[in-house]
């Protein structure tokens, strides 16, 4: 290792022992989400399955709760509940990175792993330059780069990031989430025969590209994968305006569908539609592992979005990871779903029985708990049924709109919402809580919502409200959460 790597993971090191007992005694951290042993996390990069282990690598800073030169963390497991957290796989320690090693995917090939990224390099006036960059791993654990694979085309400003690489047939092929110089969103394609020599093919698609009108000045994270014969596009544009209960993030993250041309590389493709629904959700990377899973982790966070205000600052620590989810397609969307793995976390049940509500709020005995699952199904719902959460957050639903709220994170004298249209009965909310962190798959995920929580630490019960008569059959578990090696 250089000189400068050696150092920069020395700092690193130093930092999490420095904040170690800081960190770990906060009473917002989690069970079973990734999170970083100090410092911000942001994006997941490189998720891959290479001989039956998982590569969850993560955006680090791990010398503030702010962004900067960012690392790459790694995590490795087998099964989605026993992890190691491997030593960093990349840092900003070369010229062509020195300013952050931004994200990236990473992809299997001649027996070895092959981890593209964005190295960020900035002047010092803070012009940016932006790289397209390769390293190389024999064990998985550690990684030589090679350096600079594909430089900025023409057209496009130095926002121009976050290779997702991927096979197709005889080709490799690459999209970047780009800026054009009119400020405009795109996706970008590039392809290879070997992974080292990269050709420029134009933009797939993006705002004022295949009749989509102005759609974002940036779009970040691009990722193509094939579900279930349909192509799909998940981005992460930026500059979108707030429509009804649409776009409420200050940036979103969604896809089209479509038929991706390869050779003309062109992508016809639908409308837009939002991935998740709650406060925080962004930069979502999918992989497909040996059992022909399509698998997608995304960074429970957005950008610019109040950052600052989670209480996990002052314990020196900010972000994590969602859960794994498991993607299919029904013909019409994408459906969520948690893996199946997760069901191995399951204590004994702690609660399965029918309850009907007329009128009245209660705290059902047994409800409630720091790490816990709980699936409710609807046997009939009044004119308005109300989730409240540790005196917190709130979920209700009347008239097929879901509503979740919480105090604002920077006003606590105000309250924010995220809504979603239920398109048919509300038959099933499954609810995975994790101390401060919330995940809600609707109708068996054909929508999700997903946000961090912060109420008080002693608070623990769920009040079930009804206007009207409202029966639910509730399951619950305690979830044990993630064993680390």
Excluded at 196 to 209: H, N, Q, V
């Amino acid at each position: 290792m250089a000189e400068r790597d050696l150092e920069l993971r020395q700092h690193a090191s130093d930092e999490v022992k420095k904040h170690t007992e800081k960190v770990q005694g906060d009473p917002y951290r989690l069970d079973y989400h990734l999170m970083p042993p100090v410092g911000l996390l942001n994006d997941p990069n490189g998720f891959v399955q290479w001989k039956g282990t998982y590569h969850v690598f993560y955006q680090w800073m791990p010398f503030d709760t702010g962004h900067g030169a960012k690392f790459w963390g790694h995590y490795t497991t087998k099964d989605f509940v026993h992890y190691t957290h491997e030593k960093p796989a990349l840092t900003p320690s070369d010229w062509f990175d020195k300013n952050g090693v931004y994200s990236g995917s990473a992809i299997v090939h001649n027996d070895q792993l092959y981890l593209f990224y964005t190295g960020n390099v900035k002047d010092d006036d803070g012009n940016r330059e932006t790289y397209q960059c390769l390293a190389v791993s024999e064990d998985g654990l550690t990684f030589e780069k090679k350096g600079v694979v594909a430089e900025l085309p023409e057209g496009y400003t130095a926002h121009f990031r976050d290779p997702k690489v991927w096979q197709h047939e005889d080709c490799f092929y690459m999209v970047i989430g780009a800026q054009s110089k009119d400020m405009q969103g795109k996706a970008v394609l590039f392809q290879s025969q070997d992974l080292l020599e990269w050709s420029f093919l134009g933009p797939i698609t993006g705002s004022e590209e295949n009749n989509l009108g102005e759609f974002g000045y940036m779009w970040e994270c691009p990722d193509v994968f094939e579900l279930d014969g349909t192509d799909v596009l998940i981005v992460s544009p930026q500059g979108l305006e707030e429509e009804g209960m649409h776009y409420s993030n200050t940036y979103q993250s969604g896809y089209f569908t479509g038929e991706l041309d390869y050779e003309n590389a062109d992508f016809k493709h639908g409308d837009f539609r939002e991935l998740d629904r709650g406060f925080e959700f962004y930069a979502p990377q999918t992989t497909v592992d040996e059992k022909g899973r399509r698998i997608l982790i995304g960074w429970m966070g957005v950008p610019d979005q109040y950052e600052q205000a989670h209480p996990t600052i002052e314990n020196q620590w900010i972000h994590c990871l969602t859960m794994p989810r498991q993607l299919s397609w029904n013909g019409k969307q994408i459906i969520q779903q948690p893996l199946e793995e997760m069901k191995e976390m399951r204590g004994p049940v702690l609660m399965h029985s029918s309850i009907t509500i007329e009128n009245d709020q209660k705290a059902v005995r047994g409800i409630g708990g720091k790490a816990v699952e709980l699936s409710i199904d609807m046997e009939t719902v009044g004119d308005q049924f109300a989730l409240e959460l540790f005196q917190y957050a709130s979920l209700s639903y009347k008239d097929g709109i879901l509503t979740l709220s919480r105090p604002h994170l920077e006003d606590k004298s105000k309250t924010e919402f995220r809504r979603v249209a239920v398109t048919s009965e509300l038959q099933n909310l499954h609810l995975f809580i994790d101390h401060s962190t919330l995940e809600i798959f609707i109708n068996g995920g054909e929508e999700v919502m997903t946000s961090r929580m912060y109420p008080q630490p002693e608070e623990d019960h769920i009040l079930f409200t009804s206007l009207g008569t409202s029966t639910f059959s509730i399951e619950q578990w305690k979830l044990n959460g993630f064993i680390f090696n």
